[in-house]
């Protein structure tokens, strides 16, 4: 799934010209199954062939590039794939379950309230309800999705940057990046949900087994009103980055973060000479959701 001759490290600049930055383009390795997801599904795929399960189950939204990436990924390996939707089947699918189901995934949908219970089940108890399937956590949350994101840093030139700054829904490609961290290395992580001020302590919690992980830090005030929140100000931000740097991002994670680099950048909180690399975790696909015109860019 990952051909690493599809990344680059693209040059990005805030609005005011005066700081620069790098962008790791995750987003371009595969059409579909891009950005960090790759990375996050690889030992879950490993972990199913190696326990002779015929497939994986997990969980999603309408729009989500979980969900969407999981589907292509599991037929690329030969597995079958089950998808928990939060809320009732429309009459329409979204463009997100459309490819999905295309693609082979069995699709079911049960009630927001069945969902969480679902959703919030131990491991042993949703074994039990699918037998034959691995588990995988929304997003591609857990202890394997943080060692398979930790094979980006094998793609960053060593020593190359000061600071690695990706956004965070679970945290868990954060905790990946950190778990593998070169010495003097250091993390930023740009919360895109509201309210959940205990990120970083979640973070901490899927290192503790880790032999040493870098300085890093949380930051929660760039979420736009939270997971999945969007308004005209950040599409207009959205369509400025691309047309200074042709760089596309998502309404969901990237275009909050590289909105929030430049606001940093502006605060002072990197100094001018400091070398700071944005992770692109994918997800342009989402954008789909947005009304045709929004973005410059898709």
């Known amino acids: ?3 690493p001759e599809s990344i680059s490290f693209d040059d990005a600049s805030s609005r005011d010209g005066r700081f620069d930055w790098k962008v790791m383009r995750l987003d371009l ?8 997801k790759p ?33 292509y990924a599991t037929r690329l390996a030969g597995m ?45 108890s949703l074994e039990e309800a699918f037998p034959g399937y691995t588990l995988v956590p929304e997003g591609g949350a857990g202890k394997p999705g943080m060692r398979g994101a930790a ?20 945290g868990t490609t954060l905790a990946g990046l950190i778990s593998a961290a070169k010495v003097g290395q250091q993390f930023l992580g740009i919360s895109v949900l509201k309210g959940h001020t205990g990120l970083k302590s979640d973070i901490n919690d899927m290192l503790k087994y880790t ?3 870098a300085h890093f830090e949380v930051i929660d005030r760039f979420h736009g009103g939270g997971y999945a929140k969007y308004d005209d100000e950040l599409i207009n931000y959205m369509n400025d980055f691309h047309d200074r740097t042709g760089i596309p991002t998502d309404i969901i994670y990237t275009g909050k973060l590289m909105r929030a680099i430049d606001m940093l950048c502006q605060e002072g909180v990197f100094p001018p000479d400091v070398r700071v690399l944005a992770i692109h975790s994918g997800g342009l696909q989402g954008n789909r959701s947005l009304s045709h015109g929004r973005l410059h860019f898709s």
């Open 1 to 3: 799934m990952i051909r």
């Open 29 to 36: 390795i595969d059409p579909v199954i891009s950005g960090n």
């Open 39 to 71: 990375f996050k599904l690889s030992e879950y795929i490993s972990s199913a062939k190696n326990s002779g399960h015929r497939g994986m189950v997990t969980f999603g939204g309408a729009w989500s590039n979980h969900i969407h990436a999981t589907a």
């Open 80 to 124: 079958k794939s089950i998808g928990i939707i939060r809320g009732e089947r429309p009459a329409i699918l979204s463009p997100t379950l459309s490819d999905a189901e295309q693609a082979g995934m069995e699709l079911r949908f049960i009630s927001r309230t069945d969902y969480k219970d679902l959703r919030d089940l131990r491991d042993e």
């Open 151 to 170: 094979g980006i840093m094998e793609y960053i030139p060593s020593a190359a940057f000061d600071w690695i700054v990706c956004a965070c829904g679970t």
């Open 211 to 213: 032999t040493e992980y």
